[in-house]
């Protein structure tokens, strides 16, 4: 069956299609591909890039979106313009990668008018995502009809948390109303915890994981007997490290502090926190990690303080997570900047060499694909994983199609 998948982002929109036809370990090519990249991806709406391919061709263009409905239509048309599927064949279903599922939705779950009531009603805990999920929703409606829709939620993997992990310390009232500890990047954190245990020739409930999504949003998992059993995003994405162009945590008091002398208002400081903090506010060059390299080479100062920061939050973390698992057998790096910088995690692993860490130099330099770059006498295995969501995200599809009967 041809199962679509779009993983709707903070800064970009990507897509893929499946053939699926069983449960399969390792992820096969796809029928297709697509991507869009915003330039301005705070506005989300004028120039982005468009880029698609299938197995005998690929396109590359810029185009000029009003929305992102109409900026993921126009991905989706280019499934017809490679000429991917034959006419007589059809997409069977979609799947979406959807962030906040709040306490309610902890499986795949259809889409229906009641499930995009509540991801909307979610969205305002995550404004940088549960959104564009829905416009992705609306653009498969507007291109393929009424083809079924599911829902594949990034916070279901986080709900073994124990509840002293979950919970705030605050009034026990907190706890009642549902103001807890969610989690996100879930679907990449369980397939990576997957795939780490295939590497390793280990069962996956006798290791001690510690899973580092890096990107533009960045989180930390730890993973014990399969599960997630602490994290570092919150109630909502923004808690945690340091990330692409959110603050990560702050001391809550700065942040009352600000509001109460009239720095911002509240829409504001929202604003400030989720898209002008991060590596491009301490930068003031970029959200992205490369291009704050290529800025630390040139000797950029601002440039070179934000790597830092980066590196000193991300290794605080690792060592919290490090102790609520009692010791790590691995630590896996993912996602855009975990798989593609060498400099961040050297300068990471340096600093966690205390762990029984060590990387080989080469290895970590080269690597191109799934593998193991610690030494070969390191106690702690270093992983680089390409993770792998839209295909987690199909085979959701799959499994929920094969139960439906």
């Not at 991801?119 to 498969?140: D, K, S, T």
Request: proline letters at 4%; hydrophobic letters at 40%; a neutral charge.
């Amino acid at each position: 069956m041809n199962i679509l998948v779009l993983n709707e982002g903070s800064s970009s929109h990507k897509g893929a299609l499946y053939a699926v036809t069983a449960v399969q370990e390792t992820p096969p090519a796809p029928l297709w591909e697509g991507r869009v990249v915003w330039q301005h991806p705070d506005r989300m709406q004028g120039q982005a890039t468009l880029e698609a391919k299938s197995a005998t061709q690929s396109l590359h263009r810029q185009i000029e979106a009003s929305s992102p409905v109409h900026a993921i239509g126009l991905m989706l048309a280019t499934i017809e313009e490679l000429s991917v599927l034959p006419k007589s064949e059809v997409v069977a279903i979609v799947g979406h990668r959807v962030v906040h599922g709040g306490g309610k939705y902890r499986e795949p779950t259809p889409i229906s008018e009641e499930v995009k009531r509540d991801i909307e009603a979610f969205a305002e805990l995550a404004p940088l995502h549960n959104r564009i999920a829905l416009e992705g929703i609306r653009a498969v409606e507007k291109q393929f009809g009424a083809v079924p829709q599911l829902a594949v939620f990034d916070t279901a993997f986080h709900s073994t948390l124990p509840e002293e992990g979950a919970l705030y310390a605050g009034p026990y009232e907190w706890k009642e109303r549902g103001f807890r500890r969610y989690g996100f990047h879930g679907i990449s954190h369980q397939y990576v915890a997957a795939r780490a245990a295939t590497l390793l020739h280990r069962d996956l409930h006798s290791l001690r994981l510690v899973s580092c999504h890096l990107g533009n949003g960045c989180s930390l998992a730890a993973i014990q007997n399969g599960k997630s059993v602490a994290t570092t995003m919150g109630f909502t994405p923004l808690e945690g490290l340091m990330m692409g162009t959110r603050s990560g945590s702050i001391d809550p008091g700065l942040l009352l502090y600000l509001l109460k002398k009239g720095y911002y208002t509240p829409a504001q400081l929202e604003e400030v926190l989720e898209r002008r903090s991060g590596l491009l506010g301490l930068s003031g060059i970029s959200h992205s990690m490369q291009e704050i390299e290529a800025a630390m080479q040139a000797g950029n100062s601002r440039a070179q303080l934000a790597f830092r920061m980066f590196v000193h939050r991300l290794c605080w973390h690792i060592g919290a997570m490090a102790a609520c698992l009692g010791g790590v057998d691995a630590l896996i790096f993912t996602g855009g900047i975990g798989e593609n910088s060498s400099l961040v995690r050297e300068a990471a692993c340096q600093q966690l060499a205390f762990l029984g860490i060590a990387l080989e130099a080469d290895k970590n330099k080269a690597i191109a694909e799934d593998g193991d770059i610690a030494t070969p006498a390191s106690p702690t295995r270093v992983l680089v994983i390409r993770t792998q969501e839209e295909w987690a995200i199909a085979q959701a599809c799959w499994q929920f199609w094969q139960k439906a009967g």
